[in-house]
């Protein structure tokens, strides 16, 4: 069995690349480790799940299991979610198979025997093109390609884990923060904002737009106005939503690598020559203090 085989700990995102596959006329084959994991799969399109069946909890332990699968089925592509987790599986199972491996891809297509990838290098200044021949991991990050339906036979195969690590505990991680990158639309704020208590105006205009707030690094970082999981960028989240109200930011790379996926991007800046001129859709030139309340009046009605 030749084909694509995906595997994501995020089901939405192996949804996203059983799409990727099959947009391409390939056969994808969904891996997982559990049965619940399955159900949320079965229905994603792929031509086969595979439940990879062991006694350990954590998906790295799988390796060894994921690699021997992947030639005993003759896979031509292994497509992992890049989530912290998928990055991890994805080096492993590459350096079990001795295989190319590109990370973070931004686009993919399919030669005769050959896979080429696109992603970003140098903070996103520069697309790098890659060619990776023969059985090959690449992991691709959510949001990049449609997810498709249609039901899939689920097979479960026992294996043998790595029982070396074993989970001990599970605790939750209370999050301050908002989510962002489920977020239909966000105000982001810059540093063109003065002072701490002009943030109610951005939490105002927020509010009309029923939108969530990000902001930039020096934000979060150097201001504090901000908790460090709402900076946009590079380092920070990035989001896709369908409206990006940016206000008084420069659109410095960095940022713009976390919002370039957003549908529209509206921007407000009193310098013409801002950066983020280059990647709004609509820009507005002028003092956000003006424009601002402004925006919140004619959006009241
Ligand atoms: C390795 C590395 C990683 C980084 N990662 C990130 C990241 O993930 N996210 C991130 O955001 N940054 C990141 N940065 C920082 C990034 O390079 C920029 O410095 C940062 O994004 C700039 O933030 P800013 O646009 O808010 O501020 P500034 O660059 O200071 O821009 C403020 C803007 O506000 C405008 N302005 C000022 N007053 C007004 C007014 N009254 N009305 C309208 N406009 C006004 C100015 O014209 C200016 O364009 C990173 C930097 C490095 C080196």
Redesign the pocket.
């Known amino acids: 069995m030749a084909g694509v085989f995906v595997y994501s700990d995020k089901s939405g995102i192996a949804l996203e690349l059983v799409g990727c596959a099959k947009a391409a006329g390939k056969e994808a084959m969904v891996i997982v480790f559990s049965q619940e994991a399955a159900e949320e799969v079965k229905n994603s399109g792929a031509d086969r799940v595979f439940i990879l069946q062991g006694d350990n909890e954590v998906p790295e332990n799988y390796a060894q299991a994921v690699a021997d699968f992947l030639k005993e089925k003759s896979a031509e592509l292994f497509l992992v979610g890049a989530t912290a987790r998928g990055r991890d599986l994805a080096a492993r199972v590459a350096g079990y198979l001795d295989c190319p491996m590109a990370s973070d891809v931004s686009a993919i297509s399919f030669g005769d025997g050959k896979v080429t990838t696109e992603r970003m290098i140098y903070?996103g200044a520069v697309t790098q093109k890659e060619e990776l021949t023969g059985l090959s991991v690449v992991t691709v990050a959510g949001g990049k390609y449609a997810p498709i339906e249609g039901s899939a036979e689920v097979e479960t195969v026992t294996v043998t884990p790595d029982n070396r690590v074993q989970l001990v505990e599970r605790a939750p991680v209370e999050r301050k923060g908002v989510n962002l990158q489920a977020a239909d639309r966000v105000v982001c704020?810059?540093?063109?904002?003065?002072k701490e208590e002009d943030m109610q105006m951005i939490r105002d205009l927020a509010a009309v737009l029923n939108a969530e707030i990000g902001?930039?690094?020096?934000?979060a970082e150097e201001k504090h106005w901000l908790p460090p999981e709402q900076?946009?960028?590079?380092?920070?989240a990035v989001i896709k939503p369908q409206l990006c109200v940016s206000?008084?930011?420069?659109?410095?790379?960095?940022?713009t690598?976390?919002i370039r996926d957003s549908k529209v991007i509206v921007a407000?800046?009193?310098?013409e020559k801002?950066p983020?001129f280059k990647t709004c859709d609509y820009g507005i030139v002028?003092?956000?203090?003006e424009?601002v309340p402004l925006l919140i009046e004619e959006l009241k009605k």
């Open positions: 903070g704020v810059g540093m063109g904002v003065e902001c930039t690094r020096g934000i900076y946009i960028g590079i380092s920070g206000i008084g930011i420069s659109g410095q790379v960095q940022h690598i976390g407000v800046n009193n310098n801002a983020i002028g003092d956000l203090y424009v």
